[in-house]
C-alpha cells in the first residue's frame, strides 16, 4: 500500500478505535523516586522474572549520566527495580553507563541493558547484570545499540543503531552473540526493503520465537526468523518505538514521535493489535495533548502478569503506568 494510503488508513483506525472505550486508567508519575532525586529520561522499561516488579534503566537525572562540563560520570545508579506500589527497591550501576537505552529481562532474571552512546572509555555497549548488580558479561564494539534481548537457547540479539538516518555512515542492523559473548552474526542492512533497517528501536520474540523488531525510522514491524529470514511486515503501528508481546501474541506498541512532520496523518499513543494478523484494535491516546512536543508518549514499553502497561518517558521522564 502506498505510504499516503498508509497514513489515512492509519488516521481513520486511530478514529474509530479512539472512539471505542478504552479500559485503561492512566497514572502518571507511578514510579516514585526517593527523597532528593528527580528522574531523568528513560526509554527502558521491563518486567522481573515474578511478573509484577519493575526494572528501568534511567539517565542519572538528566538526559545522559555524563556530567558534559566536567566529563566525569554521575555517582547516581541508573537501573533501578520497583515495587508493584511503585517504590524503588533496588538500584545499582552507578557510574557505569553513559546513555542506558534499552533493557531486558531474561528467563533467570539477569538484567541487559543497552548503552547507546560512547564518552570517556565507556558507552557503545551491552551489560550483563545479575539481579544484584553483579556484571556477568559486556558486549563492545557496537554501534549506538538500542535494544537487547535474548532468545530461548541464550542467544543474544541487539539492535544497532541509534545513529543519524541521514548519515551516510548508517547503520541498520541486528547482532547476534551467543552467550558467551562471541559474534554468530549479523542480520540485514541499511535500507527500506525487507531485512533493512532504520533506527530498528526494540526489539522482542513472539511464542513461535520468531523475531519482532520495531524498524522506526521504517514506520514499520518487522517479523523475522532468528536466523534473519523475512517472514513479514506490519504498518500498522505507526513509529513505533517500544513494543511488548504477551502469551498470546499480542502486541502492544509506544508510538512516541509521530507528527505532521515525521509522520503525517499518524498520532502518538499505544497501539494494540495481534501479530497474527497485523491489525490493530485499540488505541490509547497520548496522555497529554497528542503530537505535544513535551514528549507525551513513552519509549519504552512493557505489561505486567496482571495485564497492566508501563511506558518509559524520554522526555516527560519517569514511568506512566496505564492499570488495567
Not at 538526559?63 to 527495580?81: H, W
Not at 552467550?179 to 522482542?204: D, M, N, Q, S
Not at 505486567?304 to 502497561?309: F, M, Q, R, S
Amino acid at each position: 500500500m502506498p505510504r499516503a494510503s498508509i497514513a489515512a488508513a492509519g488516521l481513520a483506525t486511530v478514529a474509530l478505535l479512539s472512539a471505542q472505550e478504552n479500559p485503561y486508567r492512566t497514572v502518571e508519575g507511578w514510579a516514585k523516586m526517593p527523597a532528593g532525586r528527580t528522574w531523568g529520561s528513560t526509554s527502558a522499561v521491563d518486567i522481573d522474572r515474578d511478573g509484577r516488579s519493575i526494572w528501568v534503566a534511567e539517565r542519572c537525572g538528566a538526559n545522559t549520566c555524563l556530567d558534559r562540563g566536567t566529563g566525569e560520570m554521575s555517582a547516581l545508579p541508573t537501573i533501578l527495580k520497583f515495587d508493584t506500589t511503585g517504590t524503588l527497591v533496588k538500584s545499582f550501576g552507578a557510574g557505569m553507563l553513559v546513555f542506558p537505552h534499552g533493557i531486558h529481562v531474561d528467563r533467570d532474571g539477569n538484567v541487559w541493558v543497552t548503552d547507546a552512546r560512547a564518552s570517556s572509555g565507556k558507552g557503545n555497549a551491552v551489560v550483563k547484570f545479575n539481579p544484584d548488580g553483579k556484571v556477568l558479561l559486556t558486549l563492545t564494539a557496537l554501534v549506538d545499540p538500542t535494544d537487547v534481548v535474548t532468545d530461548r537457547n541464550g542467544d543474544v540479539y541487539v539492535a544497532e543503531s541509534h545513529t543519524d538516518v541521514a548519515s551516510p555512515n548508517l547503520i541498520g542492523r541486528i547482532s547476534v552473540f551467543d552467550r558467551r559473548g562471541k559474534l554468530l552474526r549479523t542480520i540485514g542492512k541499511t535500507g527500506t526493503g525487507p531485512v533493512e533497517f532504520r533506527t530498528p528501536h526494540a526489539l522482542e520474540f513472539d511464542s513461535k520465537g520468531r523475531l519482532v523488531i520495531a524498524d522506526r525510522h521504517n514506520h514499520r514491524i518487522q517479523i523475522l526468523t532468528k536466523d534473519g529470514a523475512f517472514v513479514g511486515e506490519y504498518d500498522d503501528f505507526g513509529r513505533t518505538s517500544g513494543l511488548a508481546i504477551d502469551k498470546n501474541d499480542v502486541i502492544y506498541t509506544a508510538d512516541s514521535e509521530s507528527t505532521e512532520r515525521v509522520h503525517p496523518g499518524w498520532q502518538r499513543g499505544i497501539r494494540i493489535g495481534s501479530l497474527k494478523d497485523g491489525k490493530v484494535t485499540m488505541f490509547i491516546p497520548a496522555h497529554i495533548t497528542p503530537n505535544s512536543a513535551d514528549g507525551a508518549m513513552g519509549e519504552g514499553i512493557a505489561i505486567d502478569a496482571a495485564g497492566n502497561i508501563y511506558t518509559a518517558e524520554a522526555q516527560l521522564r519517569g514511568i506512566t503506568k496505564y492499570s488495567r
